[in-house]
Nanobody, 124 residues
Framework: QVQLVESGGGLVQAGGSLRLSCAAS????????MGWFRQAPGKEREFVAA????????YYADSVKGRFIISRDNAKNTVYLQMNSLKPEDTAVYYC?????????????????WGQGTQVTVSS
């Protein structure tokens, strides 16, 4: 079992940046691939980015590629999402997720552990 707690959300103007953090506790963090997902009101939860157990491999949704960067620090049991050039359509609740699968899973159903989410609001 692993517990995940997100932080770093908030209100930012379009074009601005935010850095989300997700702190993990419980079992060995490096055993888990990690992902970020988001859910806007009235929409399904969607994939944003994923990072492999070691951090060597990353994968992004087309909508955030070139603007967002996922990274992890296994010594600190933390995964990050650096969000740059934010757009109003990035507004959503952002969730951190973990899975013991290998690679960079991109589907909600592939993740077993979820945080509570952090709100990101981008004003135009």
């Amino acid at each position: 079992q692993v517990q995940l707690v997100e932080s770093g959300g908030g209100l930012v103007q379009a074009g601005g940046s935010l850095r989300l953090s997700c702190a993990a506790s419980g079992r060995t963090f490096s055993r888990y691939a990690m992902g970020w997902f988001r859910q806007a009101p009235g929409k399904e939860r969607e994939f944003v980015a994923a990072i492999s157990r070691s951090g060597v491999s990353t994968y992004y949704a087309d909508s955030v590629k070139g603007r967002f960067i996922i990274s992890r620090d296994n010594a600190k049991n933390t995964v990050y999402l650096q969000m740059n050039s934010l757009k109003p359509e990035d507004t959503a609740v952002y969730y951190c997720a973990g899975t013991d699968r290998y690679g960079t899973p991109a589907r909600v159903m592939e993740y077993d552990y979820w945080g509570q989410g952090t709100q990101v609001t981008v004003s135009s």
